[in-house]
């Protein structure tokens, strides 16, 4: 075996640098649920105002309840 081959064989492939581990996805996972969570405790939820009441009102008095829009999923 020459020197060249000998020095390819040993080399890792060169996707091996792109691979996570699977410690590291997990260990993520947990930071940014964590951050997720935090950040949902930390921001107060903001009520829904009026008017938004209002646009809703208007979109369900415009068609009839329980029917789909769409010929593809409305019953036959």
């Known amino acids: 075996m020459s020197d060249r081959t000998a020095r390819f064989s040993s080399r890792r492939p060169p996707h091996h640098r792109r691979i996570m581990r699977l410690g590291t996805c997990l260990l993520l996972a947990f930071v940014s649920a964590g951050l997720g969570l935090g950040l949902r405790l930390a921001v107060p939820v903001t009520p829904v105002d009026a008017s938004f009441r209002d ?14 829009n769409m010929p593809e999923t409305s019953a036959p």
């Open 55 to 68: 646009v809703m009102r208007l979109y369900q008095s415009q068609g009839e309840p329980g029917r789909s």
